[in-house]
Nanobody, 116 residues
Framework: VQLVESGGGLVQPGGSLRLSCAAS????????MRWYRQTPGKERELVATISTYSVRKNYADSVKGRFTISRDNVENMVYLQMNSLKPEDTAVYYC??????????WGQGTQVTVSS
């Protein structure tokens, strides 16, 4: 089982980034997919969730209207489009595959830094 995030980097305030998470080794379409983020000394924060067939999408209040989660069940990918980025969005971003039966998987994370 693998979840591999990519697409992080350094961006100026107001800029955009698109994070990707490539999944393998499990039946991707059976899992709800989530993006979390974490900064040093803080708990991991749930940013966005997408249901198995993209019917439901939920966002943290702090990112609503700026971030968009999507998935491709053919390519086994989940994405997080991040627009109008702010310095407070700086964090390590993780994707997670979450099942209803308690079998969950995490990626290794990708750093996003928003700074001028």
């Amino acid at each position: 089982v693998q979840l591999v995030e990519s697409g992080g980097g350094l961006v100026q305030p107001g800029g955009s980034l698109r994070l990707s998470c490539a999944a393998s080794g499990f039946t991707f379409s059976r899992y709800e997919m989530r993006w979390y983020r974490q900064t040093p000394g803080k708990e991991r924060e749930l940013v966005a969730t997408i249901s198995t067939y993209s019917v439901r999408k939920n966002y943290a209040d702090s990112v609503k209207g700026r971030f968009t989660i999507s998935r491709d069940n053919v390519e086994n990918m989940v994405y997080l489009q991040m627009n109008s980025l702010k310095p407070e969005d700086t964090a390590v971003y993780y994707c997670k595959a979450a099942s209803s039966w308690g079998e969950d998987y995490w990626g290794q994370g990708t750093q996003v830094t928003v700074s001028s």
